[in-house]
């Protein structure tokens, strides 16, 4: 704990983050060990850098909570992309009965950022989970509380995640705030840590990124990369992808999400056909392993993961907040009753 005007700070590295699926991390906040790098695709590396789906919970009484962090890209948000989405910390409590939004850093206009999350609370004590950012790498975040005011961590969680893995979708683009990743929502409402493994660009079924993904022991694996994968390389690829999921690990559900329905696309043909040709790859597949004797999948289909009037996206393929909420009431229901 470092105090300074009149407020105290902690460092949440200290605390232990949840999201994590790696502890021999070359950096605290990185999601792929060490070890990956050079094994793994450049920039699926250095993607793998910012922290994603990570968060930390802690108690305080505190009516006013801050934050400070390092950013280590001066990128803090891109022209679709807003700086709070891309680069920001997002606040949760906990509230009866459901995590409800709290608060979320504003002013982030450099590589330090330091403003308040919430302010004027009434001081009841209550525990919070506060979400890092899903696109710019950080070497370091600090919660800040007045000193009058007391915080307790609360530890990560000791169960078994559900894992996503995907694209930029996954990743997180492009939601106006951590917490409105389909990730981070369905997370809150199950009751589950998560791993987000969304790769912006870059979720193309890799062999090297099934091996390092088999390494963990979820109890749900959720494949959403088809936004980044032609036809030809859905069938290349995704029989090896899952059939290295499952050699690896008999008993998590495996669940494969087709691509989204790009919301112009009832317009330009092209995307279209992409979407029509893509989803037949993956259906393919799924049916060629099902029959081959792998168990334990699932199968999404993406025509409604955005709903039918075409308002979900903001540049037809990313999601809008309306988006990510619409793709989690989809898959909500469907990992719900495997985790039961």
């Not at 800040?144 to 997180?172: C, M, Q, W």
């Not at 899952?242 to 999400?257: M, Y």
């Amino acid at each position: 704990m470092v105090t300074s005007e009149s407020y105290a700070w902690f460092d949440i590295s200290e605390f232990g983050v949840e999201g994590k699926g790696w502890t021999d991390t070359k950096s605290f906040y990185d999601r792929f060990p060490a070890k990956a790098e050079g094994v793994v695709r450049e920039p699926v590396w250095n993607l793998s850098r910012a922290p994603s789906g990570m968060s930390v919970r802690f108690e305080t009484d505190a009516s006013t909570i801050r934050a400070r962090w390092k950013l280590r890209s001066a990128a803090l948000g891109m022209v679709h992309f807003p700086a709070t989405g891309h680069s920001g910390l997002d606040l949760y409590a906990y509230g009866g009965d459901r995590w409800r939004w709290a608060g979320a850093a504003k002013e982030i206009t450099s590589q330090e950022p330091d403003c308040p999350l919430v302010e004027g609370m009434d001081g009841a004590r209550r525990s919070f989970m506060l979400y890092l950012p899903p696109y710019n790498p950080v070497d370091k975040v600090e919660i800040g509380i007045p000193e009058n005011a007391s915080l307790t961590p609360i530890p990560p969680r000791d169960e078994k995640p559900v894992v996503f893995y995907g694209t930029s979708i996954t990743h997180g683009a492009c939601a106006s705030r951590p917490g409105m990743t389909y990730a981070a929502i369905l997370g809150r409402r199950l009751d589950k840590p998560i791993i987000n493994l969304g790769f912006s660009g870059n979720g193309k079924m890799e062999r090297e990124v099934a091996e390092l993904m088999a390494e963990l022991d979820p109890c749900i694996y959720v494949l959403d990369a088809l936004p980044n994968m032609t036809a030809e390389e859905v069938k290349e690829r995704a029989e090896t992808f899952v059939r290295i999921l499952r050699d690896a690990r008999p008993d998590p559900p495996i669940v494969l999400v087709e691509d989204r329905t790009y919301t112009d696309a009832w317009i330009v043909p092209a995307k279209r056909q992409r979407n029509d040709t893509s989803r037949a790859a993956l259906r393919a597949a799924h049916d060629s392993l099902v029959a081959s004797g792998v168990g334990g999948l699932h199968y999404v289909e993406g025509e409604m993961l955005f709903g039918t009037d075409d308002e979900a996206s903001m540049d037809s393929s990313h999601p809008s907040d309306l988006g990510f909420m619409r793709m989690a009431d989809a898959l909500e229901p469907i990992l719900c009753e495997l985790i039961q």
